[in-house]
């Protein structure tokens, strides 16, 4: 048998993107929505059937998240939303995207990293008013919705703990019998009403399994299961688990009364040693996760049919069921829409429908005795020979030349930062934004007319200088203190410098779902990396040009253009750091060189591809701040140095991050309960520091008071010479009605505060 963890929902041209935003815009009705999505999940199971894939999945479909999905179908929900919205999907998108009226001013849901993916899931809080109850029939319905059409489906839900440990708590144990008891009654409610309907199987995910666990985490997993599994009835129920290997408490899980455990084995390579140590359980079904989900390079059969007939000797091969790592919600559509990219380097990529295609093959392949010598295995060994001669050279010179004086700054920070406030010369609080501002239609606009021919280089260039002068003003007229240019030339932070260097593909359609309806495409790394020329200079001194007040110069970092591209899976991620750090230091070079004072390298990602397990975290974090230190060790002290950093947990590894040495660091802070800088001041980071005051991804118009209050806390927390205030992150996908009265309190909140210090 093959099965499928999870598929991508957005559709092959980003449609439900498209429909939800209409829908929130009020261009489309409720019906129309779920009209609209029932015929796309339609489309997706029937695809997945027609490539012969045995276990689809359903309820993996979602309208932003399914975190929050689950939060609503178990009942944890706050209740001041409750008794707002009596509508279910009105409910949703306030705990979403935040509400806000003449009366009635709800925020949006918290938002993190989905471990270590370009995902984000949004944060429910259990506290000690949460009532678990089934609240939800959207996973019966979807079930149903896949009956009507012939298809038995393998429905699709978050395990306990994880969703335990991935929620906050506020007051409550999440360890306590009686606060997980409650929960337990509705998974068995759940398990019920699927055996009621006919299903064969349910796959729970759990890929917290993979992470560190203590102790109290193993015996919740024993007692809740141990209760659980008691009360499947006919189902056959598969524990899921994806992203890393399940080292501290396989013996636990193979134990426990699983019809299937499923392991990755792309990111969980060491889930082999554990079967070899401990065995498997005759009786089980083992879904080996094979065809990696989290890029979009070909699976190399030689060493998965290896892999699968080594597992088969320890597994009745009829047990093992060839899956994805993990869901295919982390890579594209399909590779049928890229009609521009090079063959010659197109026919090394799968994308997830070409996924379906490797799966159903590699059963094949797995089913003969003599699988060498059939042709789908023949082309493959061949085409990853033809691969393994095209490898980096690592831009050989210039990084293996490198040395420990090029990734060191001098002089040391409290002697910068006194330089960098002489120069500078800024009020108390500086004020400022992350970079991007509202990406209006008309932008979007002339983009396509330049990609089309439409218009000249020359006409766009004259637009675009246009929305900066326009965007230059707008912050001189709020009074914002460091300025931006905006950044309307890019469509994205990482596909902006994909395409001006050398060495990556860019694609036409692929897109990939990062949160709620933003969607990436994330360029692929596939040969050295170069900088040929100029990549921002030119319209971040055309800003400067414009204004006596500092304009931030703002590039995005070598770390997080490499854990927010797809690269190949046969180069160390540390060889392409160093290259990509290297054509980064030559733009901020530059751009000093130009009289840019500020000089802002954004490292949102930069513990994206952290190991999940602290024994690897060491060997990443020390080649992942080495490449951002390379990218500005050489410039002069009076140069500022910035850095951002998004929704990711930084408490743990903010003495890491100190390594950095960077001048000034922006951060998501706003809906934390500011306990990061908390941690901060128990850290050995030194930097100025520019802890969110809004929140970017709701559409809720902040008060002055609001902030007022803060900053105040955050002054509490920091202190004001330290501070900075700005937003949570860049502005580019909110509309300008939104973001420009929120900076406008922003700043006379800041005004407010500067008077009373």
């Known amino acids: 048998m093959i099965s499928v963890v999870g598929f991508p929902r957005i559709g092959q041209n980003r449609e439900l993107k498209?429909?939800?935003?209409?829908?929130?815009?009020?261009?489309?009705?409720?019906?129309?929505?779920?009209?609209?999505?029932?015929n796309l999940k339609k489309t997706h199971w029937q695809l997945q059937k027609e490539y012969g894939v045995d276990l689809i999945p359903s309820n993996d479909f979602s309208f932003y998240d399914t975190f929050l999905d689950h939060a609503m179908l178990v009942g944890s929900i706050p209740e001041e939303y409750k008794v707002v919205f009596s509508d279910e999907l009105e409910l949703y998108f306030a705990l979403a995207k935040g509400y806000q009226d003449q009366n009635i001013d709800l925020k949006a849901l918290p938002m993190k990293k989905w471990f270590f993916t370009n995902y984000h899931y949004l944060v429910p809080e259990i506290n000690e008013n949460t009532k678990f109850e089934l609240a939800s029939t959207k996973p019966f319905d979807e079930f149903v919705e896949a009956l009507s059409i012939g298809i038995k489906t393998k429905p699709v839900i978050i395990g306990a703990l994880t969703f335990l440990k991935l929620s906050k708590k506020s007051n409550v144990d999440m360890y306590d019998k009686s606060l997980w008891e409650k929960l337990l009654d509705v998974y068995i409610q759940i398990l019920k009403r699927f055996e009621e309907l006919g299903s064969e199987f349910i796959q729970i995910d759990e890929p917290v399994l993979v992470t560190d666990l203590n102790a109290k985490d193993i015996e919740f997993l024993e007692n809740f299961y141990r209760s659980l599994l008691l009360q499947k009835g006919k189902l056959k129920v598969i524990l899921q688990t994806y992203f890393g290997d399940v080292r501290d408490c396989f013996e636990k899980i193979i134990m426990l009364d699983f019809d299937a455990i499923g392991l990755d084995f792309v990111d969980g390579k060491f889930n082999v040693e554990l079967i070899k140590k401990f065995g498997f359980p005759q009786e089980k079904l083992l879904f080996a996760g094979v065809v990696n989900g989290r890029n979009v390079f070909k699976n190399n059969y030689k060493n998965t049919l290896e892999l699968l007939n080594m597992l088969s000797s320890f597994v009745d091969k009829k047990n093992i069921v060839i899956s994805t790592s993990c869901s295919l919600l982390f890579v594209p559509y399909s590779l049928k829409f890229e009609t521009q990219l090079d063959s010659n380097k197109k026919k090394f990529l799968a994308f997830a429908e070409e996924k379906l295609k490797e799966l159903s093959e590699l059963k094949l392949l797995f089913s003969q005795d003599n699988f060498s010598a059939n042709s789908i295995y023949v082309q493959n060994i061949q085409l990853f020979e033809e691969l393994n001669k095209n490898k980096l050279s690592d831009v050989s010179t210039a990084v293996n030349n490198l040395?420990?004086?090029?990734?060191?700054?001098?002089?040391?920070?409290?002697?910068?930062?006194?330089?960098?406030?002489?120069?500078?010369?800024?009020?108390?609080?500086?004020?400022?934004?992350?970079?991007?501002?509202?990406?209006?239609?008309?932008?979007?606009?002339?983009?396509?007319?330049?990609?089309?021919?439409?218009?000249?280089?020359?006409?766009?260039?004259?637009?675009?200088?246009?929305k900066i002068e326009r965007v230059i003003k707008l912050q001189e007229e709020i009074g914002l203190d460091v300025l931006v240019h905006g950044e309307y030339e890019r469509n994205d932070m990482v596909e902006f410098f994909g395409e001006k260097l050398e060495g990556f593909l860019i694609t036409q359609n692929g897109w990939v779902q990062s949160y709620g309806t933003r969607c990436v495409k994330p360029p692929?790394?596939?040969?050295?990396?170069?900088?040929?020329?100029?990549?921002?200079?030119?319209?971040?001194?055309y800003a400067q040009s414009l204004t006596s007040k500092p304009v931030k110069g703002i590039l995005t970092g070598p770390v997080t253009i490499l854990n927010w591209s797809f690269v190949r899976e046969d180069i160390p991620l540390k060889n392409v750091a160093f290259q990509l750090a290297l054509a980064i230091k030559e733009e901020v070079l530059e751009l000093e060189k130009e009289g840019v004072k500020i000089i802002q390298i954004d490292e949102a990602a930069l513990i994206e591809k952290l190991p999940l397990r602290k024994c690897y975290h060491k060997d990443y974090l020390d080649w992942a701040i080495k490449a951002f230190r390379l990218t500005c060790s050489k410039v002069k002290p009076e140069t500022q140095i910035h850095t951002h950093m998004c929704y990711s947990n930084f408490d743990e590894l903010l003495d890491e991050i100190a390594k950095m040495d960077v001048d000034v660091i922006t951060f998501e802070a706003a809906k934390s309960d500011f306990t990061l800088l908390d941690s901060i001041n128990k850290s050995n980071l030194k930097s100025e520091v520019g802890p969110g005051v809004f929140d970017v991804h709701s559409p809720r118009i902040v008060s002055k008071e609001e902030m007022k209050k803060l900053i105040l806390k955050m002054i509490e927390k920091v202190g004001k010479d330290r501070l900075w205030v700005n937003p949570d992150c860049g502005l580019k996908t909110r509309k300008e009605e939104e973001v420009l009265p929120t900076l406008q309190n922003m700043v006379l909140a800041v005004w407010e505060v500067r008077n009373n210090l």
């Open 524 to 541: 692929i790394i596939f040969s050295d990396i170069k900088r040929k020329k100029s990549l921002t200079v030119e319209y971040i001194k």
């Open 18 to 38: 498209k429909w939800v935003e209409s829908y929130l815009d009020k261009k489309l009705s409720k019906e129309e929505l779920i009209q609209n999505s029932k």
């Open 403 to 466: 040395t420990d004086d090029d990734f060191e700054r001098k002089p040391r920070f409290e002697e910068r930062i006194k330089l960098q406030k002489e120069v500078l010369n800024l009020p108390q609080l500086p004020t400022t934004t992350i970079g991007s501002f509202p990406q209006t239609q008309d932008v979007r606009s002339a983009r396509s007319k330049l990609k089309k021919g439409e218009i000249t280089f020359e006409e766009y260039e004259s637009f675009i200088k246009s």
